[in-house]
């Protein structure tokens, strides 16, 4: 499982021209799904992603974790996290998890975040969006499970 976890001031998600999800202060979450994780791999994630300290202090120091700041999530589906490009110039998903399974499992992880976050907003499984945020740092991290 991969997640990448873009620091908002802002961020807001669109299919069809509609908006889907919008967030201020918070974190703007790709979700990437393979066949092989499970929910104790997405409890793994979710608290490691819900713990990380990287809003700032009053000292200016990343000390402050998502809820100490009231912050807020976007979550969206993101098979493409899943690429391989060693091959040729055409990418592959095949290590991206079935559709059925990956669906399943996006739908576990808000329900999980749910829990613990008030303001918690979603993508749609599968459709074509369009993202907009505003990064703010900018401060990306990357979680990746086969590293936690």
Known sequence: MRFVIQRVSES??????????????????????????????ADRMVKKMLGLRIFEDDNGKTNLSLDSVGGELLLISQFTLYANCKKGNRPSFIEAGAPEAASEMYEYIIRKCKEQVSAVERGEFGADMKVSLVNDGPFTIILDSENL
Not at 12 to 29: N, P, R, S, W, Y
């Open 12 to 41: 807001e998600v669109k299919a069809d021209g509609k908006t889907l999800g919008k967030i201020g202060k918070g974190f703007m979450v790709l979700i990437g799904v393979s066949d092989s994780d499970t929910r104790e791999t």
